[in-house]
C-alpha cells in the first residue's frame, strides 16, 4: 500500500547510516489548539491513523498530516489510539484546552 510505502520511505530517509545512538528528530504539525508530533522510528505503520481518519493523517499528499482536517478533539481521540506512541500531542496553551 501506498502508505506503508510512505513511511518505508521516511524511516529510510531519517533512518542513520551506522548504528550509533542517536536523537531522532520528530515532525511537528500544528493547529491553532495543538502540536503533534510523529516519530517514523516508532511507527510500526499500522496504519490506523490514516484508516480512521484520513482528512488528517493522509496517505497521499505531502505533508502528509493536515490538523485542519478535522475538529481538534476528534485528533486527540486519534493520536491518543497510536497503538506504537509515534503519534503525541500538546496543547498550545498553558490551560491545556482547545479554543
Ligand atoms: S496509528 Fe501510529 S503506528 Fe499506526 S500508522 Fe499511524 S502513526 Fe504509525
Not at 491553532?32 to 508530533?37: A, E, G
Request: glycine share 4%.
Amino acid at each position: 500500500m501506498f502508505f506503508n510505502g510512505l513511511i518505508h520511505l521516511l524511516n529510510i530517509r531519517f533512518k542513520p547510516q551506522i548504528d550509533l545512538p542517536m536523537k531522532t528528530t520528530a515532525n511537528v504539525f500544528s493547529n491553532r489548539d495543538i502540536t503533534v508530533t510523529y516519530e517514523p522510528y516508532v511507527c510500526t505503520n499500522a496504519e490506523r491513523c490514516a484508516r480512521e481518519l484520513s482528512n488528517v493523517f493522509r496517505n497521499s499528499v505531502i505533508p502528509w498530516i493536515d490538523l485542519d482536517g478535522d475538529s481538534t478533539e476528534k485528533i486527540i481521540r486519534q493520536v491518543k489510539k497510536c497503538p506504537s506512541g509515534a503519534l503525541k500531542f500538546s496543547y498550545n496553551n498553558v490551560n491545556n484546552e482547545v479554543a
